[in-house]
């Protein structure tokens, strides 16, 4: 089993960027294809983006595209989702998520992933 934290998020002017990070702890993160969702207040959540366990493949929403970059650093057990030029619209809780695999895929369906951080809010003013 692995825990995921989120941290990073708060509150950014319309324009201004944040970056946040999911720390790992228990088994082996570098088996994981980790995942990023957002959820804002009576919305469903919906994917960000995602990237597989060597960082070599990632994949983003159509939302995100231009604007936010994945990458994680498996030596510190961190995922990472950067995210510029942001807008109102991209207010939300944001969560990490991990799916164990050995295969370098991603995976864009919330229901693919195994285990789930608590969540970090990223507000973002007009």
């Known amino acids: 089993q692995v825990q995921l934290a989120e941290s990073g998020g708060g509150l950014v002017q319309a324009g201004g960027s944040l970056r946040l990070s999911c720390a790992a702890s228990?088994?082996?993160?570098?088996?994981?294809?980790m995942g990023w969702f957002r959820q804002a207040p009576g919305k469903e959540r919906e994917f960000v983006g995602a990237?597989?366990?060597?960082?070599?493949?990632?994949d983003y929403a159509d939302s995100g595209k231009g604007r936010f970059t994945i990458s994680r650093d498996n030596a510190k057990n961190t995922v990472y989702l950067q995210m510029n030029s942001l807008k109102p619209e991209d207010t939300a809780v944001y969560y990490c998520?991990?799916?164990?695999?050995?295969?370098?895929?991603?995976?864009?369906?919330?229901?693919?992933?195994?285990?789930w951080g608590q969540g970090t809010q990223v507000t973002v003013s007009s």
């Open positions: 228990g088994r082996t993160f570098s088996r994981y294809s």
């Open positions: 998520a991990a799916r164990e695999t050995s295969y370098g895929f991603t995976f864009t369906r919330a229901s693919a992933y195994d285990y």
């Open positions: 990237i597989s366990w060597s960082g070599a493949s990632t």
